[in-house]
């Protein structure tokens, strides 16, 4: 008994660790996607976890910095309203690559799709 | 919401330096945002404490901001950077001071210009790789030990572990600590390769007929060097360590005091040594200058110890 639970532990575990992996590989995607209009940090949360995609703050917002440093994204702060915030949008470079890695993913898809 | 304040202070302290205050600014605008959006715009304390918690550890927040872990923990590796650049430039700066020194002192017709040349660059290529393998090891062992110690990436992190923002309002110079350290290296080389310098000139002034009252016998200067030695490291432990912090904290405050108690005993020792002068004992020479040092070191002193007692900023 006690063993069936450890192995059924050890199961969820894995089963975690994968599925974080496969989304963890995506988000770049889905983040570029999500950023064809203009968005601040809080707003893409709640615009990414209303199409059903649940993301960490602290994961993403680091995320939108290393993604403007790379060039696909570029940044403006507004500074008109009470408090500043800074507008993430999707550069020329990022529009190039996502359409790339959008014909990979529907290429991959494909494949994986005859797998199952 | 001062606890949202000392953690920004705590995520700020452990970020590289590059791109920190906007990163810092941009937090502080997406907290704000989420703290709103639950709670209103006046949300309790508790409130605060608890979109705090679910962001994450301090650690943890600037793990994310910084790369990959590395040998030398990323909150230190621009403070590494800068002192390996601080100490090559400032070996680079010695050296040459002590070439120009020798050029002067043997004329330049008596002298081997490549040779000497040739040492000006193996002197400064040698000791900068032995400096900077120093400061390495110094940087690879604080970051393990302080990562050893630093609890605050486990799920037992509580907003009741945010340290306490420093009251002191007063800020560091960057310029003026990088100088100092560059000024207390380029010092440091100097004297323990080249003490005769204590009397350079004193001929000269002979030979054209005025009267400096003495020169310095170098073997007794020699013993005070390990002294003086002692105070300029931790003269320039203080610099790092307000560069760090980048405020006039009560403890650097007080180490500055120690640095100032310690070198005005020593400058006056060093003026009252008779057997440190050969010649007359008068104020024309070193002497007059160990007295300027230590009394400029006794105004230093009353200034810092009158701020650490009464500013309460």
Redesign the interface.
Known sequence: MTDQKVSQDVRQGLLDNILQELRRGTLVMVVLMNLKNQE???SLINKLQALGISI????L??LL?RLEKQGLLVSLWDTSES????YYVISDLGRSILESVIKEWQHNNQIISKMI | MKILDQYLYAINRKLPTQGKDEIIKELKSLLLDSIESRYGKTPTDSEVRSVIQEFGSPAKVAHEYGSASHIINSEYSDLYYLICKIVSLSLLGSFTIIFIIQVISEGLQNMNIPYHLLQLFSNTLFAAISAIGVITLIFILISKYVESADLDLSKDWTPDDLPEIPASKEKVSKAESIASIIFILIAITIFNTFPEIMNLGFYDFQDAGFSVGHTVLIDRFYDYMLFINIIWLIEIFYNVAALITGRITKSIRFIKIIIGVASISLFFTMYNDTSLYLGKLDLFGARGVFLLIAIIGCIELITNTVKLLFKSN
Do not use: D
């Open positions: 601040y940090g809080y960490e703050q602290n994961t917002y680091p910095r408090r500043p915030r800074k």
